[in-house]
């Protein structure tokens, strides 16, 4: 298994460019996470799903949106880029039945 | 809203002596306490997890402790060698139909030679 894959890797952006960050899990979780990690401040939720076709906040949402559209993928999506949007992203799934997430290795975005 | 902190944010050990990360957390509904292991240049990954229900649970060289009524946990790493360098991170997460986890800001755990 590949666990969670996320691609890019690596992206640099300018202010008002659109993107889309892509994770895939091939464990059949039912949850998946999107999260940001900035420096000196852990790990911080954008957006999370239940399941396919279902998405709700997380404590920074703001600027981002995200699609589940099948079960295996979860989508984030920065419609107008912004510096403060320059961090690393992670991904993560989990069973419906455990809190116990697995992690994507991240996408560095830098937007300039 | 739901806050976590961590200490210390950096620590350096000698290799093998032992190394302690403390964490407090805010919502007392919290019921799960994971700690995880981040490596440069990786995604974080779960290395012990404890659940409200238990004091202290044991894995090898690694242990963790929770106080519930203190709203407290702690991960213990013994005889620490330079592979446990890395960022630790402590979470505490309530289950509000998908798993809501708040993370600590991390501790960058240093082990000389």
């Known amino acids: 298994n590949a666990g969670v894959t996320q691609t890019p890797k690596f992206r640099v952006l300018k202010t008002g460019q659109s993107m889309t960050l892509l994770c895939a899990q091939d464990?059949?979780?039912?949850?998946m996470y999107w999260y940001r990690q900035d420096p000196g401040m852990g790990l911080r939720l954008i957006h999370y799903s239940v399941g396919e076709g279902t998405t709700a906040k997380g404590e920074v949402p703001d600027g981002y949106n995200v699609s589940r559209l099948k079960k295996q993928n979860f989508l984030l999506g920065l419609e107008s880029a912004a510096p403060s949007q320059t961090s690393v992203y992670f991904c993560?799934?989990?069973?419906?039945?455990?809190?116990?997430?697995?992690f994507g290795p991240g996408t560095r975005l830098t937007v300039t | 809203g739901e806050n976590v902190e961590q200490h210390p944010s950096t620590l350096s050990v000698q290799e093998g002596d032992s190394a302690v990360i403390k964490c407090t957390y805010s919502?007392?509904?919290?019921?799960?306490f994971p700690w995880y292991k981040q490596e440069l240049g990786k995604g974080p990954q779960l290395i012990i997890d404890i659940r409200s229900n238990v004091g202290e649970k044991k894995d090898q060289r690694i242990a963790v402790t929770l106080n519930k009524t203190a709203k407290h946990f702690s991960l213990h790493i013994t005889e620490t060698q330079p592979e446990d360098s890395a960022v630790y991170f402590c979470?505490?997460?309530?289950?509000?139909?998908?798993?809501?986890?708040?993370f600590g800001a991390g501790t960058r755990l240093f082990v000389k030679a």
């Open positions: 979470a505490a997460s309530i289950n509000t139909g998908g798993f809501k986890t708040i």
């Open positions: 919502d007392s509904a919290s019921n799960y």
């Open positions: 993560a799934s989990s069973y419906s039945s455990s809190p116990e997430q697995y």
């Open positions: 464990m059949n979780h039912e949850y």
